[in-house]
């Protein structure tokens, strides 16, 4: 549907009403937040929608996605969201596109603490992923010596996964 609201823009209301009327909350979330990447005035009701999946997976999909694609001004309102999945894994794949978004490399002390902690729950492959898009912060926070550091760590757990 999103694709259709692309190409003619005089549909996207008519999109917009049919995706409030799907019933299965995690595909509606999905498409409500595919036109709200069209059209920035429906981020907040995609948040809202993407915060009623019970399913925390699926829930830290698509706020990832949303925090790639939304305005500044939505993120503390995503970041919220992200901080009330319970479940640790999924809060790190939020977390995760959520990160993509911050100046890492002026990022507080705290907040950074705040956020590695979380990504300390992902799965190996995917926290070393992040890693590209952490690399500002730790360059900021501990200088190339704090770099050099992640590298061996990368290559002394890298060399157990053999």
């Not at 978004?101 to 979380?118: D, F, G, K, M, V």
């Not at 890693?131 to 992640?150: E, K």
Request: charged share 20%; proline share 2%.
């Amino acid at each position: 549907m999103s694709a259709l609201a692309n190409i003619d823009s005089a549909d996207f209301d008519v999109l917009l009403e049919a995706a409030r009327e799907i019933k299965y909350k995690s595909s509606r979330a999905s498409v409500l937040s595919a036109l709200a990447k069209i059209d920035s005035a429906y981020f907040d009701e995609a948040l809202q929608a993407a915060r009623e999946i019970k399913d925390e997976y699926s829930r830290a999909g698509l706020l990832s996605a949303l925090a790639k694609k939304s305005p500044q001004n939505f993120l503390s309102n995503i970041y919220e969201a992200i901080l009330a999945i319970v479940h640790k894994p999924s809060r790190a794949h939020a977390i995760s596109g959520y990160i993509t978004r911050l100046s890492l490399a002026t990022l507080p002390y705290s907040e950074w603490q705040t956020h590695l902690h979380i990504l300390a729950h992902c799965k190996r492959s995917n926290l070393m992923e992040d890693l590209v898009t952490l690399y500002p912060a730790i360059l900021h926070l501990g200088g190339t010596a704090a770099v050099r550091g992640v590298v061996d760590t990368m290559r002394q757990v890298c060399s157990q996964w053999k």
